[in-house]
T-cell receptor, first 110, second 115 residues
Framework: EDQVTQSPEALRLQEGESSSLNCSYT??????LFWYRQDPGKGPEFLFT???AGEEKEKERLKATLTKKESFLHITAPKPEDSATYLC???????????FGSGTRLQVQP | GAVVSQHPSRVICKSGTSVKIECRSL??????MFWYRQFPKQSLMLMAT?????????EQGVEKDKFLINHASLTLSTLTVTSAHPEDSSFYIC???????????FGPGTRLTVL
């Protein structure tokens, strides 16, 4: 059974204070690992897909990395508008559905 | 782009009534769509996988006779909550996968409240 564990559960940063979110996963075979951002009361917004260990993707202040057991979402010099819940999900090679972690609630204070 | 819409965004109904939620991919075709449920401060739980032109595949513990799914075209899937009860109150979110791709693009969600 696929499992995804995200840490920390919640993170409070000051504006400009860089940090990383962790996503540990267990799958029989990884088809892809996905990062999403979710604002309260809205559907998740797609951020990145990572397919193989060593791969990195960047978008503005966000950078996602992948190893064989975990993924990190690095946030550089965050701004208050980066406040949201960040969700990690995996898709294994046996199916097309996603298994989500419980998310990290990020709050960036001005 | 990859835009997915849901309608309605919010619905309040009486116990025992049925509610239909629509999910549309606006600018791409989606043979496969997914329905999720999210309770407050929890993550998304997959309910079922919807395939155009065939029966949906339900996750373990999800009653297929209660949550009816129809995927009649490459851009539209519907979820009908039959005989809704207060415990069905939740945030229902659909997603659509572009044909040939792996990424799922999510709709804005539907807040269902059953009184």
């Amino acid at each position: 059974e696929d499992q995804v564990t995200q840490s920390p559960e919640a993170l409070r940063l000051q504006e400009g204070e860089s940090s990383s979110l962790n996503c540990s996963y267990t799958v029989s075979g990884l088809r892809g690992l996905f990062w999403y951002r979710q604002d309260p009361g809205k559907g998740p917004e797609f951020l990145f897909t990572l397919y193989s260990a060593g791969e990195e993707k960047e978008k503005e202040r966000l950078k996602a990395t992948l190893t064989k057991k975990e993924s990190f979402l690095h946030i550089t010099a965050p701004k208050p508008e980066d406040s949201a819940t960040y969700l990690c999900a995996v898709m294994d090679t046996g199916r097309r559905a996603l298994t989500f972690g419980s998310g990290t609630r990020l709050q960036v204070q001005p | 782009g990859a835009v997915v819409s849901q309608h309605p965004s919010r619905v309040i109904c009486k116990s025992g009534t049925s509610v239909k939620i629509e999910c549309r991919s606006l600018d791409f075709q989606a043979t496969t769509m997914f329905w999720y449920r999210q309770f407050p401060k929890q993550s998304l739980m997959l309910m079922a996988t919807s395939n155009e032109g065939s029966k949906a595949t339900y996750e373990q513990g999800v009653e297929k006779d209660k949550f009816l799914i129809n995927h009649a075209s490459l851009t539209l899937s519907t979820l009908t909550v039959t005989s809704a009860h207060p415990e069905d109150s939740s945030f229902y979110i659909c997603s659509a996968r572009k044909d040939g791709g792996n990424e799922q693009f999510f709709g804005p969600g539907t807040r269902l409240t059953v009184l």
